[in-house]
């Protein structure tokens, strides 16, 4: 997709040599992508601890068997 925008040049320049870029569609593609990605490493890090795995020895153990086809003793 072709579009038109102004940016900054000092910015633009800081963000080529950070991200050790060599033409403005690929420094802006490269930014696009860590902030994607930085936004997901956020909602994982939101998440964390707020899923209920309810995981008990007992559990474990079964879930273990099931995974190697064991049969519970």
Known sequence: MKTTVEIDDD??????Q???T???KQT???SLEAVVRRKALEH?????GKMD???TAAGL???RRKRL????R
């Open 11 to 16: 910015l633009l320049e800081r963000a080529k």
């Open 61 to 63: 153990r079964v879930q």
């Open 53 to 55: 795995l309810d995981l």
């Open 22 to 24: 060599g033409t403005i």
């Open 28 to 30: 802006v593609e490269r």
């Open 69 to 72: 086809g064991r049969v519970p």
């Open 18 to 20: 950070a991200l050790s």
């Open 44 to 48: 994982l890090a939101a998440a964390a």
